[in-house]
Structure formats: structure tokens, C-alpha cells
């Protein structure tokens, strides 16, 4: 990793990039009507991605709402994440950051350049596009993906 990850109260880089479904997704237009979590992570198919992907879609509630979206943003092809979306029931977007090889998590910090991955980097962009809360884990580590709401609830009630 060549990078610092970004820190709270920095600008998020903007960006576009393609789903699952070949759709091209903005962070800047969608964060027009509420607050976007990146979450970052190493490989489509792997044991801990699964898991940590698995625990969005079976509580999208906290994850998808009139004040919250998230997008799941890997390094891998498009049509990669399409396969593992469809094997695993993943209906939220995942977002392939595939070419440029890892230019989003690159900007964003959480590019490990000698592995060709994505890190564990989650990320809570505010709608103004700043950040307001961060975690980065290193890829053999789960995060604990609950951090988010105390920062999310601040800002909704501000």
C-alpha cells in the first residue's frame, strides 16, 4: 500500500464505477440523496468476504434506508461479481474497480499494490462527501461492520 487510507473529514474522491449488472454507479450523484458506506474488500468468493457480505444482505435494513446506501467495491471483474451476486443472493451493488487495476481503492488508501487487492477499508461518506467515519482491517481480519450506524445516526440527527 503506497497511501495513507483517508481519515475522517477528508474529502471522499469521487467516483464512477460498474455493478454486478454492467450499470454504471456515481458515489457524487447518489450521495445527492443520502450518505453512502464503501466497503472495500479483497476477492469475490473468498471465506471472509462471503461471510462479511452475507451479514449486509441478511440485515440489509442497516445497511439500505432513505438516509443509507452501500456499495461493496473489489478489485475484481464485473462479471466475477456478477457470478458470486448471483450465487450468494447479493442484491445491493457491488462495484468492480477491476480497470484501472484498484484506481478507487488506490485513491481511497486501501490498496495493497503487491497483492493486487482491495484491504478491508469501510468508509461512511456523508452527503456533503466527506468522510465521517472510517475502519480499515487488514484482509485477514473481519470487520465488525456495526461502526458505522453511531456515525451515520449523528448525522441524521444533526
Not at 450523484?29 to 476477492?43: G, I, K, S
Not at 446506501?69 to 464485473?78: K, L, N, Q, R
Not at 485513491?107 to 452527503?127: Q, S
Amino acid at each position: 500500500m503506497s497511501r495513507q487510507p483517508l481519515q475522517v473529514g477528508q474529502t471522499a474522491p469521487d467516483f464512477t464505477l460498474r455493478d454486478q449488472n454492467g450499470r454504471d454507479v456515481s458515489l457524487s450523484e447518489t450521495l445527492r440523496d443520502r450518505a453512502v458506506l464503501l466497503v472495500f474488500y479483497p476477492f469475490a468468493f473468498s471465506g471472509i468476504c462471503t461471510g462479511e457480505l452475507g451479514e449486509i444482505r441478511d440485515d440489509l435494513g442497516r445497511f439500505e434506508s432513505e438516509a443509507l446506501t452501500t456499495f461493496a467495491i473489489s478489485c475484481d471483474p464485473m462479471f466475477s461479481l456478477r457470478a458470486w451476486a448471483d450465487q450468494e443472493g447479493y442484491f445491493f451493488p457491488l462495484l468492480s474497480d477491476f480497470w484501472p487495476h484498484g484506481q478507487v481503492a488506490s485513491d481511497y488508501g486501501v490498496l495493497d499494490e503487491t497483492a493486487g487487492k482491495a484491504m478491508r477499508g469501510t468508509f461512511l461518506v456523508a452527503p456533503d462527501g466527506r468522510i465521517a467515519w472510517t475502519l480499515v482491517n487488514p484482509s485477514g481480519q473481519a470487520r465488525d461492520l456495526t461502526g458505522h450506524e453511531e456515525a451515520l445516526l449523528r448525522l441524521t440527527s444533526a
